[in-house]
């Protein structure tokens, strides 16, 4: 069992000198591989924000966030964009594709930022699309995918990478029903057959329920943390 | 006509729309070569002397005491301001070979019968005008009147002789007035008071040395 | 309320406006920075050109200019100098006696052309006490001192306190002649003016011309060559048939030519430069359309009528243009009067030829208030004729369409 | 590499928006067409002033007795003239030269007289050095096997009364101080914009002044024209080295008055073309500006998925890069073909600057050259401004915080 993330005691707030916000406090968060994480609460909750901080797009006031054995939050912002490159994944809400670049083209990229092989990127690439059942669609232009169809491709580019694990934000938030279970389906399979790990914060019910562990936030602050209903019982076993 | 030597002392007088100005000058001449020009009056040009030594011009001023070779720049400027240019000093024509003469006809000057010659200058002539008119007194061969023409038969200068008396045992017109066509009230007038012709001059006489010691 | 409302937006999104006013801001500073840079420019080579010698208006006895002698000249009347000393663009009259005179020093007998100065009124004119490069300029006890251009001097082997002895014709026929001290040594760029003049104080030449109060030109200096047209035909005015006033133009014409033919193709250069600004300017209006294609056309869906969204965007448009504009002028005031303080300084071999002709080697800017008026409005017009295309977008626009991105 | 899918990238972002790119490249071809013409323009003016001094006036360079032009006493003729012309023969730079025989003297008809230089010339070299048939505006010029026929200046045949055929009386002394005064006639009346210069020189044949002055194949200039413009200094350092007795001088010696406006002319194209840069550049920085805001939030992901500053740098810049690229090689065509129109039909000036110029019958127009020799560096110029003005947006794009452009 390995350790992915260990955030101790984080605290973010927004407009410290005019109206505070504060958007996430006192969490303490402990991911570790395989895990296939659900983070929940409603709107302005602190979700998104706690998926920056975890995922290095943002700093925290107090507290540590150590990934990998690394505490980002002391990383020089050079550094934590290579980081990011090499150790985390990201799923978008939306847009979250290059537009000018094909789908094939999007996933690459992420594989040459890393310097990866040439031969060994074509190899990799081929994989990913399977992965994701979209072999056909490699060359698309992401305006010419739906959007589920975009959001698979971006968890094949997430994956590109090899990261420590996924972080999507509201992946479904865009898709309809269909879409979002395909979706679902796919990261689903990749925890189960890639041991990936994955965090995602959702409103939706369904996703929830899918997800093995569900952390609620609420005003900042964890307010429960637990398997839901449905979690699988061997979810912890790897 | 110009004799071997020939001394004279005249009055130039110049003649301008707005002033006028007298000089009394004494000159020296031998041959086309040798000449001197001194200046008696007004008194502040007084002792001012040219030399013309064959092509040379040399002008001596008291008030420097100093002698000047006039460089050839200065041959064009006019001569202490009258219409005379520093060129006209030493400029050589020579009216038998330079024209082509013709008789055109005879008049009356005051009182003395004259011939009328027409004198076109030969083409290589070194000569500014287009024709010379001459008026010449029958009996004592005088040139009472000349026209000046340019080339297009334009009147340019017109010269008058007059006052007709003996000097130096010559007959020779002692007034001579030249007036430009083109410019009224304007005109250069040479009054001769003395002339003597033909006694030798020495051999010093035109040179530096004695130019500045004239006075 | 339009107008309440093309403010508040303009505020909403401060990126967008800050560039369109930005574009419209920097139009102004490089349009005024060109057009005060090339009239600085051609004022200040007129400058040098005139102040050269010739001066910017010369008066002469009529005639004299087509015939240059002493009997030309005109006595000098000093209320007639003072009626143009107190004409307004006129900054110094200085009266010249010019005529050709042999020098002689030694041997060596030369023609020169002797110019009789007033030394203040001429310095004036001419700095030609900065054209000294040995011995002393005059003051007011020089007495029968002269001053010799360098080429002369070399030419005779002659150095300040040798005496110089000049023999000429005066007015009216008079000898002319007298021995002189040297003063000083001036130099000319030009060789022409570098080998022929010789400078004495008005009195000693009209002494040395024997004709007192006589001069032969009256050289004016100007504050400005742009009122030089009106100022010669007030002076013609005063001066009545007896004098000929003449400009620079008409004592330079070949140099008149040269500016005129520079000044012609500068004119070509501005319009590109207003070329340039246009498509600055339509380059960030037309990005303001396509950001907010979505926002015209939910208005438009929303029912607002698309004759008031036009004014509401030609406002919008309006204040940018003004906000710029006034911003720009504002900062190119200062920027070109620092141009005029601390001039572009030329370099390298341009600047020796500068300095050989006694050239500032400077480019200056003009701080002509009418630079900032002109260039503001066509700015301002460009502005607002670009504000069109806003305008016509909203009136084009389909909501359907637009709302649908 | 990441370097060409960044590049790839930058190309395709480029016909994202084709109005945004089609603006930034017509500011870019109008810029490299404003300073190209702007520099044909002066190089016209400049050619028309140069190409007048040298090939009509002084020559790129002129030869004297070291001590002739003192007082152009005609004694002081160009020494060993035979080894003099033979070795400028063998001097490839040199195009062609004349020889002058020079007499200062005085112009006489019967209406007054006037201080001239008499230039003795070899009339068919002299048209060959300095077009002097070209010049001519009334009656045939020199003809040959007739004496003493003279050229003179509009001005002063103006001002002497002298028409074509009509005679003038020359003054001048020769190499022994002997005055000599000979009649001349008119041959013909020649003008340029020179007119001060006009009014000083008369032309002879240099056959009939040197018999004159009794010189015999001998002279007192030579006025040389070189192949290249460029060559004078060396050639006048050569030819100095070679004959050290000699004066030997260049236009730049002789009228440094040309050399002064030709210089500031030069002088002021640079400035203006600094500030039509400079409306390039803000015009690029606002597009580009624009197109990074416009997409801040795809900058910010990019940043979000690791891609680091430094290559985000890059594909803006490279974006601005090829924008340019594609706008510099219209700009010259568009340049090339508008100075070619020009070139041929002329542009009048006097139209734009609003004023007469033909007052002085001075010529009002320009026939602009394209500056070939500049063109590289112009290109460079544009190509320099359009990248230090990508700068601007590149930084901005750069100082994104993925964080918040993610959000908008």
Known sequence: MKTVIDAHNIKKVYNPETIPVVAVNNVHLHLERGEFTALVGPSGSGK??????????????????????????????????????????????????????????????????????????KARVTNLFQQIGLEDKMDNRPAQLSGGQQQRVAVARALASRPQFILADEPTANLDTKSADNLLDIMAKLNKEENMTFIFSTHDQRVIERARRVITLVDGQIHADSSPVSVNVDSTIT | MRGETSQSELIIRTVRPTWQREMTVKTWMEGEKYAMILIKSPAKEKGVAFLKRDKEVWNWVPALERSIKL??????????????????????????????????????????????????PKPEAAIVWGKLTLYIDKKDFLELHTKFYDEDEELINTMNASNIKMMGGRLIPTYIEMIPADKPNQKTVLIYSNVIYNKPIPDTFFTLQQMKKLN | ????????????????????????????????????????????????????????????????????????????DSSYESRISNQK???????????????????????????GIHPEEENKITALQNKVTSGKYFDHKSGNTVILSEGLAERFGLQVNDTVYLISQGYHGALAAGKYLINGIVSFGSPELNDQLLFMPLHTAQEFYSAPDLVTSYVLGLKSDKYLGSTVSKLRHISGETYEVMSWKELLP?????????????????????????????????????????????????????????????????????????????????????????????????????????????????????????????????????????VITVFKIDPVKAMKK | MTVIIIIQMAWRNI???????????????????????VLSLYKGILEDRFRTVIDKEVSHLQIHHARFKEDFDPK????????????????????????????QGMLATGTGSSGIQIVGVDPEQEDRVTSLNSKIKEGDGFVNGKKNQLLISKKLADKMHLKVGSKAILTFIDKESNIISSAFR???????????????????????????????????????????????????????????NLQIESWMDISPETKLMIETTDQYSLIFIVIIMLALSFGIVNTMLMAVLERSREIGMLLALGMNRLKVFFMILTETVLLTITGVPMGVLIAWFIVLIYHRHGLDISALGGQAMSEFGFSSMIYPAFPWEKILGEMLIVLIASMLSSLVPAIKAIRLRPVEALQK
């Not at chain 3, 030609?314 to 906000?323: K, N, P, Y």
Request: proline fraction near 3%.
């Open chain 4, 76 to 103: 002081y003729i160009i020494p060993n003239n035979d080894e003099l012309i033979k070795s400028l023969g063998h001097l490839s730079s040199v195009k062609i030269f004349t020889p002058r025989t020079i007499a």
């Open chain 3, 254 to 390: 070949d140099v008149d030519q040269h500016i005129k033919m520079d000044k012609g193709s500068m004119s070509i250069i501005l319009g590109i430069l207003y070329l340039l600004i246009c498509f600055g300017i339509f380059g960030t209006m037309l990005m303001m359309m396509v950001e907010r294609r979505y926002e015209v056309g939910m208005l438009v869906a929303i029912g607002m009528k698309k004759g008031i969204l036009a004014m509401l965007f030609l406002t919008e448009s309006i204040f940018t243009v003004i906000i710029g504009s006034v911003a720009g002028l504002s900062c190119s005031i200062p920027l070109v009067y620092y141009l005029k303080e601390h001039p572009i300084r030329i370099g390298g071999e341009m600047a020796e030829t500068y300095e050989r002709f006694n050239f500032e080697p400077i480019f200056p800017a003009s701080t002509d208030p009418s630079i900032f008026i002109t260039q503001g409005l066509i700015v301002v017009s460009i502005g607002l004729l670009l504000s069109m295309y806003p």
């Open chain 1, 48 to 121: 998104t924000t706690l998926l920056n901080l975890i995922g290095g797009l943002d700093k925290p006031d107090t507290g540590s966030v150590i990934i990998n054995n690394v505490d980002i939050t002391k990383l020089t912002p050079n550094k934590l964009i290579d980081f990011r490159l090499h150790n985390i994944g990201f799923v978008f809400q939306a847009f979250n594709l290059i537009p000018v670049l094909s789908a094939r083209e999007n996933v690459e990229l992420i594989m040459q930022l890393q310097h990866v092989k040439k031969h060994e990127i």
């Open chain 3, 1 to 76: 309320m339009w107008l309440k409302l093309a403010w508040k937006n303009l505020w909403r999104n401060k990126h967008r406006t800050a560039i369109t006013t930005a574009a419209i801001f920097f139009a102004v500073i490089l349009s005024v920075a060109a057009s005060s840079l090339q009239d600085g420019v051609f004022d200040n080579f007129i400058k040098n050109m005139v102040s050269y010698y010739t001066g910017y208006i010369q008066i002469h006895q009529k005639g004299y200019w087509n015939h240059q002698v002493l009997d030309n000249g005109m006595i000098r």
């Open chain 3, 89 to 115: 663009n006129i900054t110094a009259i200085a009266p010249r006696i010019e005529s050709y005179a042999l020098a002689s020093f030694k041997d060596l007998t030369k023609g020169c052309m002797v110019v």
């Open chain 4, 186 to 244: 008119a041959a013909g009346i020649y003008q340029t914009d020179n007119t001060p210069r006009d009014e000083r020189i008369v032309f002879v044949k240099q056959k009939d002044l040197n018999s004159y002055l009794s010189l015999d194949d001998e002279f007192h200039e030579l006025a040389i024209l070189l192949q290249n413009d460029d060559d004078v200094e060396n050639v006048q350092a050569s030819l100095k080295n070679q004959h050290p």
């Open chain 4, 15 to 37: 016909w994202r928006n084709k109005v945004r790119s089609m603006i930034i490249i017509s500011s870019v071809a109008i810029g490299l067409v404003a300073g190209l013409f």
């Open chain 2, 71 to 120: 460089p050839p720049s200065m041959m064009t400027q006019s001569w202490m301001g009258t219409d005379f240019t520093n060129d006209d000093l030493v400029k050589e024509s020579s009216i038998v070979e330079d024209y082509v003469h013709s008789f055109s006809g005879d008049t009356t000057i005051n009182g003395r019968q004259c011939y009328i010659i027409d004198m076109i």
